[in-house]
């Protein structure tokens, strides 16, 4: 009887888990096992793949547009990464306070988070237009000539990265309010006692302790950050020049634009083992500056 109860428990489980099984299997395993396969051969999805070993791999770290990719991409990361965290931090702490109507201000932030990234990117490139865009026309106001943003060399990167920060900080400051009220009372009372300004409670105890959290948004950013793509695509296509091309965004063009199958697969398990490098090290130097409250 106790074993039929078993069987019958397993059964149900699998039941239920069979669905999501399948979906598992057929969109992401078996997708990712011919990517491996088509990663190692010639083909452009009409003639029949030729093997060519790893010379689509070698290719991808000989070939300038990979290179420059990977480069913008970790120049993202650079504005990125600080610049979300800061004023996911900052939102945060404002977040936290007691004040009527926080409930709202608290959706409000976050309304940018559950917007497409087709919808953002569309009206961000208008914002961001050299003659019409309302970002030059408030500078002005300033007697600033703003430049023409997107079709700048030098100011197209600077602005998907502001546009990103602007979409994503609302998921931040979420993240790290959570982190934020997880904080026990009993620690900003006993910094109190002793007369620890504001400032200092903010430094000894809120940004150490809040650090759990950090780690968290930290690794979500850094992996969305080499998947770069939606906002690339609509905004600047990967120019002026190059300047905001990313290694996704190659990977598209590559596959369906220049039929380069094999190499597209190539950049994108190169694309994989970096996520997974950077992932792993940042596992490990976690253990030296978070904080968990015991």
Request: hydrophobic share 55%; net charge positive; proline share 3%.
């Amino acid at each position: 009887m106790v074993g039929q109860n078993k069987w019958m428990k397993r059964t149900a489980i699998l039941v239920f888990l069979l669905p999501s099984l399948i979906g598992l299997l057929l969109f992401q395993l078996i997708p990712m096992i011919t990517s491996g396969v088509i990663s190692f051969t010639d083909w452009n999805m009409l003639s029949p793949a030729k093997f060519v070993g790893f010379d689509n791999f070698v290719k991808v770290f000989t070939d300038e547009k990979s290179y420059t990719s990977l480069l913008n991409i970790f120049k993202f990361i650079v504005g990125y990464i600080p610049l979300v965290l800061i004023f996911g931090t900052f939102l945060a702490v404002l977040l936290n306070r007691k004040l009527r109507g926080i409930k709202f201000y608290r959706a409000m932030i976050f309304i940018p988070v559950i917007t497409s990234w087709i919808a953002v990117s569309i009206v961000w490139r208008w914002f961001l237009n050299g003659q019409s865009g309302l970002v030059n026309y408030f500078l002005s106001w300033f007697g600033i000539q703003g430049p023409i943003w997107l079709q700048d060399f030098h100011w197209a990167l600077p602005a998907i990265i502001a546009v990103t920060v602007w979409k994503d900080v609302g998921f931040v400051s979420i993240i790290l309010l959570a982190g934020l009220q997880e904080i026990s009372d009993d620690y900003y009372e006993a910094a109190q006692i002793d007369g620890a300004s504001s400032w200092i409670q903010f430094f000894k105890i809120t940004l150490p302790l809040l650090t759990p959290a950090m780690f968290f948004v930290m690794t979500i950013s850094l992996i969305n950050s080499f998947q770069l793509f939606d906002q690339v695509m609509i905004m600047t296509g990967g120019g002026p020049a190059g300047s905001t091309s990313t290694i996704v965004e190659q990977v598209y063009k590559n596959a369906f634009l220049n039929n380069k199958m094999g190499f597209a697969s190539a950049q994108s398990w190169v694309l994989f083992a970096i996520i997974f490098i950077v992932t792993v090290i940042q596992n490990q130097l976690q253990k030296r500056w978070v904080v968990y409250d015991k």
